[in-house]
């Protein structure tokens, strides 16, 4: 019955280590679901809003802050193809940043 001890001592250490980890699978899920929604409403109606409910064009003429290059496009992705930089956040007019909607979850 050696083999089965082992199977049991096996299961409990697969129950202690889900256990142990559950609780971090679930604060990624809860921020995941946290920053989905956050992203639905920043983006709601098409455009993106600041905290103060400007909108912010996702569509125009931009500059990438990564290589520098004037593009026009998408105000999320660098129109360089060699750089192809994806926007952390935009700034809006009046001071406030707001994270690029399409980035889920912390470091
Ligand atoms: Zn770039
Ligand atoms: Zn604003």
């Given amino acids: 019955m050696r083999a089965l001890g082992g199977l049991v001592l096996d299961l409990l250490g697969l129950a202690v280590e889900v256990t142990l980890r559950l609780p971090g699978l679930l604060w990624r ?4 679901a946290y920053d989905f929604l956050g992203a639905r409403w920043a983006l709601r109606g098409g455009a993106l809003h600041c905290p103060d409910g400007h909108e912010l064009p996702l569509e125009g003429e931009f500059e990438c802050a990564a290589c520098g290059y004037r593009y026009r496009g998408s105000a999320l992705l660098c129109g360089n193809v060699e750089c192809r930089a994806i ?21």
């Fill in 87 to 107: 926007t952390p956040y935009l700034n809006c007019a009046c001071g406030l940043s707001v994270r690029n909607p399409y980035r889920w979850g912390r470091p």
């Fill in 29 to 32: 899920l809860a921020v995941g």
